[in-house]
């Protein structure tokens, strides 16, 4: 590992991972604006190239990645972790671009240009939209399907409170036995729900306690990289090109056509987790050598541009890449445009003010 690769490795910002999500956008962005693209522009790898599920797979565990490593790298400089400025810096980067979208889709509820119930967009406020079937008994006749992605940001902010649990577990030197042993048992977790909650059912990927390990892995891979044997390992693992290329044509195809064949009985067994073991193959790969023609790729000036935009985007795909929509924004190339507009607007006018804020408690002290 050169000194280069050291600095990039502990650096603010890990070049290729913000590629990386610009990939994962991209996967989903086509997934769900599928409907409006002409089939001229359509190959047979476009199943593949659509997978939103695999994108926001990435977003996951690249999630649970970074921060945890940011977490450790706050922890050795000062000696603590402090939850009240994690929290605080999460809420500056979350809350802002999602409340600006959310009031918009509340606005244009308001003027009946799309459909929602309270209880929808209480879910999506609270940040419970992944647990909603509790008490959403139907979506039919209305427009959820514009709020329906916020079941993401649902587990991801359930996610942060358990968040400073796993860092106790690190301060003890026990989170990797731990962790590992809760991820491999989530599988069994899902499996159990399944039969035990069936009202459930179209959830079971979406709630913390049956989609842990989406993030956990990301953590389980940060823990594992700060062991300098393991890491020199599985940096000679991922970049060995026969298992690098499994790895990329299991998640992108493989894992994709088990799913459509066995649908549940493959995802809720060792599908996910086999998917997010080659997912966190990728990340390795796309950290760990700067020669590769995955590094060039990632760290593109357009994907890595995109990745950067890629909450922004994500936030507002489904107002615009939704195929029951009956406004102009909804049609192609239009819908297209419109998002990445949006995600720009968002971005540059709504977050980078807040983002601001946040990093001035990056370092801060108790």
Known sequence: MTLQEKKDFTSKRIPSLDGLRGLAIILVLIGHGSYSIPQSFLSPLFMFLGNGHLGVSIF??????????????????????????????????????????????????????????????LSAATFTANYNLLWIKSTALTDYFVIGHFWTLALEEQFYLVFPLLMILFRNNRLLPILTVVILLEPFVRVFCYFLIPSLRGQIGEMLHTSFDSIGAGVLLGELLRNDKIKDRLFRLANNRLILSISILFIVFISPILNIHFRGLYMLTVGKTLELIGISVLIVAAISNRKTLLFRLLNSRVLSKIGILSYSIYLWNNLFLYDDGKLIFNQFPLNFLCVFGMGIFSYYIVEKPFLRIKDRFKNAKN
């Not at 706050?74 to 972790?81: A, H, N, R």
């Not at 939850?83 to 509820?109: D, E, M, Q, S």
């Open 60 to 121: 996951f565990v690249l999630s649970g990645y970074l921060i945890y490593t940011l977490s450790v790298q706050e922890y050795q400089k000062t000696g603590t972790f402090n939850w009240k400025n994690f929290y605080f810096r999460r809420i500056l980067r979350i809350f802002p671009a999602f409340y600006f979208v959310l009031l918009t889709i509340i606005l244009l509820k308001v003027f009946k240009i799309i459909i929602l119930t309270l209880p929808m967009l």
